[in-house]
């Protein structure tokens, strides 16, 4: 899969360094897969949820989320955000008030 874009995850760990190693980590598995749809994702990483239209990835044991949108046909993955845990605990509530 192409990764779109690699920036947001090093604005990041360049915050939060302790992401470092986890979102490469997540990078790498990411990237040499070929995900068919989501339930490949979950073969693949299960630490994922899928939240309409994005996919939630649970990074380091939960404590970061990278949401991103998989266009699957064009093997893309758009990061769209990375987050703390408590970040996303924000991002969820306006998800759920239609905010995002």
């Given amino acids: 899969m192409h990764i779109i874009s690699i920036k947001m995850l090093r604005e990041f760990w360049q915050k939060h360094p302790a992401a470092e ?3 490469r980590q997540w990078h790498s598995i990411v990237e040499s897969a070929d995900f068919r749809d989501f339930s490949h994702i979950k073969e693949f990483y299960n630490a994922a ?3 309409p239209p994005f996919v939630v990835f649970d990074v380091s044991g939960n404590n970061y989320r990278v949401v991103v949108v998989v266009q ?10 990375v987050m703390t ?3 996303y605990d924000v991002w969820c509530k ?3 008030k239609g905010m995002i």
């Fill in 85 to 87: 845990h408590r970040e």
């Fill in 72 to 81: 699957y046909r064009a093997k893309r993955v758009y990061v769209r955000e």
């Fill in 21 to 23: 190693n986890a979102l």
């Fill in 94 to 96: 306006r998800y759920r």
């Fill in 49 to 51: 949820d899928y939240v």
